[in-house]
């Protein structure tokens, strides 16, 4: 059953993959906001793993993200995310990312329950070989 007030965590050792300087910006040898993001998704996922209805998936549809101090190579970061709206399969979550000094990052992350195929049948018409892509 999918409730507010359930938690969930997510955690990585930052290494190399993980900074943004591997994303191209060069010279920030510290964990990249895309990661920060991956992180907060990854740990709301867990605030409901095992709990999604037959047939149904969680996806994410918006996230706002405040990232506000830099952790580097070899720092443990931790996400920790609450439950905090369930509304007719949509889902808000609080965020919470903590490195091994400091909080790093906070923000809130909305995903929605979705049917498998559905979904999966939406990205399939999409996969159709020759698209157009000229002007327009």
Known sequence: MIEPGLRGFAELVVSRQNLASFTGNLGAEVLSTHQVVLLME???RNAIAGRLPEGRI???TEIHVHHFAATPIGVSVR????LTVFEEGRMVFQVVVRDEFQKIAEGENTQILVSVKSFLDRVRRKMKPQRDWGPG
């Open 42 to 44: 990854q740990a709301s």
């Open 79 to 82: 996400a920790e995310s609450e």
């Open 58 to 60: 969680s996806v994410g």
